[in-house]
């Protein structure tokens, strides 16, 4: 660091936040806080480690800069309970040039390859297989409805006991290469998460045209408040109201032109340039502010 003599040293998880306080006399620090963590380190690592976690992270956050929070949401919360310097720029994402599958051959083949048949709906669940996450209600509510099926994309450390207990219309595929593939032959997407900061799960289905189930929690508000007639929201861990959502969303019938109008306003609302552009701005703020400080003292 002493060679490149960096203007900005900008940290983006825990462990790097941590190691980079030790150099905030030497360099101007940001960081991007991408989650709720007084919630979701205490989900993911249990109370003990959790808390501490927590307690050492707002120790190291205090020495920046600028914090950045990846919502609008979470900055809120986070106010609400630190004393921090902190703005937010919302996640944004980017995927590849792919779309959802259109041809009922090719989509029928796709899922006979799975052994998804007969189902009237398939949804997608992505991310870490966790408490937090809260998969074990999406298998409780499979059980009380047949003619739908989920599949589970990624790995964690509640995933043997929940591929174990999961019922026939739930298929837990571990962590893939092809993300995109699997969304694109889907006909929505689930979200029961107790704890999120801005989901990129969401974003990246949303931007592949799949129409999405959310828990209640306040940044699927947010994604909601932004795109209503894309998203379903229904009350964290309530099993009943998820049914009821289920079964709505059922009955629906997207066709070409919804997936593609969705895809599109998404591109437009969550993309990753927007958000490089936010970041650029704030870089380019601190900066002219810190030039006009040096001047000032000259």
Known sequence: MCYIKPDIVHTQCFRSTLFMQYFATKVNLFTTIHCVFYQDFVFSYGYFLGSLMIRLYINALKKYDI????????????????????????NGTQIPKAEHIKDELLLTKKRNALGITGYKKVFICTG?????????????????????????????????????????????????????????????????????????AVLEALMMGLPCILSNIEPHCEIKKLYPEACDLYKVNDDDDLVACFCEVIKREFSCDSYENISSKSRELFSSSVMSRKYQNIYDEFSLVNSLSVLEKI
């Open 67 to 90: 914090c950045i929070a990846c919502s609008e949401t979470a900055k809120r919360l986070l106010l609400e309970k630190y004393k921090l310097n902190l703005t937010y720029v919302r």
């Open 128 to 200: 870490r297989i966790c408490i937090g996450k809260n998969q074990a209600q999406i298998l409780r509510c499979l059980r009380k409805i047949d003619n739908i099926c989920v599949i589970f994309l990624g790995n964690g450390p509640d995933f043997e006991k929940l591929r174990k207990s999961a019922p026939k219309n739930a298929i837990f595929l571990g962590n893939v290469n092809n993300v995109y593939d699997y969304l694109s032959m889907a006909d929505g997407f689930i979200s029961a998460s107790f704890s999120e900061g801005m989901p990129n």
